[in-house]
């Protein structure tokens, strides 16, 4: 497994966790044939809810980051730039770009 993927496993346990309150929610409702106290309902849709929220939430973050250009050590200090870069914005000596 790759680095890359620790936000997909942890997006996957978030919804794994709301999927099981989500069943647990609707055994509740067959159990009490729809005479549920509503605090128990909420917290266990709230619970749901965040584990949700949780997981959209790591999923939009790596798939955000995926997005941004990755970036080499300049060959003269070392400093991390873009590579296309022609120039090292840290050490201002021309360079020949990285080729994709």
């Known amino acids: 497994m790759n680095d ?4 997909r496993v942890a997006a ?3 919804l ?4 099981e309150g989500l ?9 009490c044939d729809g005479a549920i106290g509503a605090t128990l309902v909420r917290d266990h849709a709230a619970a749901a809810r ?5 997981a959209v939430r790591l999923l939009a973050y790596e798939e955000e980051a995926s997005r941004q250009p ?8 070392g400093q991390m ?3 296309a870069a ?12 990285a080729r994709a």
């Open 81 to 83: 730039i873009m590579p």
């Open 86 to 97: 022609t120039l090292c914005g840290f050490c201002w000596r021309k360079r020949t770009p």
């Open 70 to 77: 990755a970036r080499v050590p300049c060959s003269f200090c």
């Open 12 to 14: 996957y346990q978030q």
């Open 4 to 7: 890359g993927d620790g936000g």
């Open 23 to 31: 069943h647990q929610l609707d055994a509740l409702i067959v159990a």
């Open 50 to 54: 965040s584990q949700v929220d949780e």
């Open 16 to 19: 794994r966790a709301a999927q």
